[in-house]
């Protein structure tokens, strides 16, 4: 053997092999292979140096020694890990693993796993980057420091078990702050006014009296009342129309921030599960010229794109689109990331040929759909922008103003292949100077709403906005926050625990800089400073660690115990067990210790907790009996095995629709959730079709799918669950 190529992952080592002949030897070392031990804080400290203890864990022990044997064969070691801070430092430590020098052996970089990106990789080595290795260990301390000193205090502080982590506590500040302001908010009332000219033109109050009316200018129903009045005895006529050519500009091509979220709000994927699929498609599937990547790299913020890539692009779009979808010049983009790594290429197929058609054939159904998402996107990066012609109008009585908008798309451009699913808004032709008649006029009160909680895609957005954290951070932060129930996420929407409050609360107080954001993303500006060598890294590891440490040291003596299961001094009259005083949702209560084992608990005033109520049913999961339990919403069915059985289900059989479902044919079924009634499908989760307003036995005008009714703007109406036509009820049963 002569030559030895590592990489991480065995899918990518296999995909690299297949690609090489009998003189390379294609292996992977699963990933890091040295790290700080797990159960010593594995840093010492002398003379102000920071010098790390770094282990070989046992699972990676035969890996290392298969390592060692075959590059003590081969002529030439090459590492091949991916082109980041942590693939750096993973090639780094599998130097040090096998007892080479990690600045002597031939490092290869490539973007792309396809054979023409390895082989010139292998033509154009290079040595590891010391100052990205630095940077990523730097990295490494500093989590270490704050989670092995900051977690301990927390734990005797607070509850057994908390962790605090530099990215995680800031991320969750963030959660805890937006639900703080949900607490906080107080609706205020407003008042919209829209009136129908003509019979079926909408147009929205403008200006009364020479006065512009902005949203929510009208805060009393006197004040709408009073315009409403008004205007029903004014006469209107056309006072200006005004038509206009405006442009829809091509998104830029996918990063990782960028396609979490698009990958979160159109496919439903978690993050997690982005980069899982992202893996896979870039590590090598199989295609028609055999296994390998079909998508660049997918930890980048970079919004670059090969010269070669572009050009591909365009010869696609010039083929089968034609010449007027093809911009003049390739389209460039610029990251806005701070930090951003702009050697590295946005996300995009290393194919342009194989489209997502082709790819049908062989890639599995969440692959495709993540396929299909990059695919377009950078398809459509290099199109032209699409045009709309816009449309205004304003009705002018003696007093009133009102504004009629319209929009119609006269060049689809970059929606040619992303796709455009919006109806086109249009006006009718009407002249200047016109007469109109105002047919209806109507107020409506609102109030304003809280702002909404996080989702995993906007907080990633929000993360990125603030510069905390880099691509390879955030899916594995939420996961963190998640795991350590700080964090609980329902219909998407990310909520804060208990416990969270108090943690935060307790690090705002003590340790402000591990919460800051501002702090954060300063961190990571350094850490990429120390990659570009502007930075000495041990001086930066100086200036953090020794006012943190003497900051714990000074909260272990005055921090005041938070614990939220504070012992009462008595016993159990159960089981035995010491009781203690919690917190819960709803305030604070007396309960045993040895929960979940023991479930005895009590009021602060002495009654007992309101104990299940037996019943004759039998959980359809485990066999054990179900009891009647309490919530918010109301009693309901729950397993007397839990938490080992969650099984639950309501008190009362709910209501079944005579209109079956349009996605599988099931029943529908109407449900209660956090945010009111809905409606899904029997079969869930096998079919997930779910609808905020009840179906009715409808068929759409528009499109032939299912509609349903609800009240929109004060009108009953029918409205399709798939393309949004709407109609009156009233005009529908005619």
């Keep these: 053997m002569k030559n030895l190529i590592i990489v991480e992952s065995p899918a990518k080592a296999r995909t690299i092999g297949n690609f090489l002949g009998k003189d390379y030897k294609v292996v992977a070392s699963k990933g890091h292979i040295r790290d700080l031990p797990k159960s010593s804080f594995g840093i010492t400290i002398e003379e102000g140096k920071f010098i790390p203890k770094y282990t070989i864990p046992k699972e990676a022990s035969p890996t290392v020694k298969e390592l060692k044997k075959l590059a003590k064969e081969a002529e030439t070691v090459y590492i ?15 130097a040090k693993a096998i007892g080479k ?24 080595p ?9 940077a990523q260990q730097t990295r490494r301390l500093l989590d270490r420091i704050v989670g092995y000193k900051l977690s301990p205090l927390l734990a005797s502080k607070i509850q057994k078990g908390l962790s605090a982590g530099r990215v995680q506590s800031a991320a969750l500040k963030l959660v805890v702050d937006r639900e703080r302001e949900i607490k906080a908010f107080k609706p205020e009332e407003y008042w919209t006014i829209r009136g129908i000219f003509q019979k079926s033109v909408e147009a929205d109050i403008y200006s009364f009296e020479g006065q512009k009316i902005e949203k929510m200018t009208l805060k009393t129903e006197a004040d709408a009342r009073r315009i409403v009045e008004s205007a029903k005895g004014e006469h209107f006529t056309v006072a200006s129309i005004e038509t206009a050519r405006r442009k829809s500009k091509t998104p830029p091509p ?93 996300i995009r197929p290393t194919m342009v040929e194989f489209t997502p058609e082709m790819a049908a ?44 908008t319209g929009r119609k798309l006269v060049f689809d451009g970059y929606y040619r292949v992303l796709g455009y699913n919006e109806k086109d808004k249009l006006l009718p032709e009407l002249k200047e100077g016109q007469p109109v008649e105002l047919s209806d006029v109507k107020a409506e009160q609102h109030f304003t709403e809280p702002p909404a909680r996080y989702t995993e895609a906007s907080l990633i957005k929000k993360l990125e906005s603030l510069g905390i954290g880099r691509p390879s951070t955030y899916a594995p932060t939420i996961t963190i926050l998640q795991n350590r129930k700080y964090i609980e ?117 002495g009654t007992e907790s309101e104990k299940p109520e037996a019943t004759d049913e039998v959980c359809d999961k485990c066999g054990a009996p179900m009891v009647i339990k309490n919530s918010r919403r109301g009693k309901f069915l729950a397993c007397s095995a839990y938490p080992k059985c969650k099984n639950a289900k309501p008190l009362t059989p709910p209501r079944e ?16 959730g956090r945010r009111g009634t809905f409606f899904g499908c029997s079969n869930y989760p096998k079919c997930k079709f779910i609808a905020n307003f009840e179906p009715v036995n409808k068929k759409c005008p528009e499109c032939g799918y299912l509609m349903g009714q609800k009240t929109y703007r004060g009108k009953e109406v029918y409205e399709c669950f798939k393309c949004k036509h709407r109609e009156a009820v009233a005009e529908a049963s005619q």
């Design 126 to 134: 290079r040595r590891i980057d010391m100052q990205s290795v630095d």
């Design 80 to 94: 091949a890990t991916d082109e980041d801070r942590e693939g750096e430092a993973i090639g780094y430590h599998i």
């Design 657 to 672: 629709l005579e209109v079956p479902c349009p996605e599988c044919g099931g029943k529908l079924i109407e449900r209660q």
């Design 254 to 346: 996918f990063m990782t921030s960028t396609l979490q979220q698009a990958a979160s709000t159109q496919l439903g994927f978690s993050p997690k599960r982005t980069m899982m699929i992202a893996q896979k498609l870039y590590e090598g599937v199989k295609t028609h010229k055999g296994t390998m990547g079909v998508i660049t790299y997918m930890r980048t913020d970079s919004l670059n794109l090969a010269k070669e890539a572009v050009a591909a692009a365009r010869g696609f779009i010039s083929e089968h689109f034609g010449s007027d979808y093809l911009p003049p010049k390739p389209k460039v983009y610029a990251s806005k990331a701070k930090g951003a790594q702009e050697a590295h290429e946005a």
């Design 361 to 404: 054939k062989y890639l599995a159904a969440d692959e495709l759909k993540l396929y299909r998402l990059i695919y377009n996107r950078f398809l459509a990066c290099q199109m032209t922008d699409a045009e709309f012609e816009t449309q205004t109008i304003l009705f002018a009585g003696e007093k009133s103003v009102f504004k009629a």
């Design 489 to 605: 996420i329902e219909k998407k929407r990310i909520h804060p625990t208990e416990i969270a409050f108090t943690v935060i609360e307790m690090l705002e107080k003590h340790f402000p800089e591990i919460v800051d954001s501002n702090f954060t993303a300063r961190m990571e500006e350094t850490l990429d400073r120390i990659a570009a060598g502007e930075e000495d890294w041990q001086k930066i590891l100086r200036e953090f660690y020794e006012p943190f440490i003497a900051k714990i040291e000074e909260g272990k003596k005055t921090i005041k115990s938070l614990k939220t299961a504070v012992p009462i001094g008595e016993q159990c009259p159960e089981c035995g067990a010491e009781l203690v005083r919690r917190k819960g949702r709803y305030g604070e209560f007396i309960a045993c210790s040895a929960y979940p084992k023991c479930r005895y608990s009590r009021n602060l005033d």
């Design 101 to 124: 020098d990690p600045e002597q052996l031939p490092r290869i970089v490539f973007h792309e796993i396809t054979e023409s990106a390895i082989r010139h990789a292998l033509e154009n």
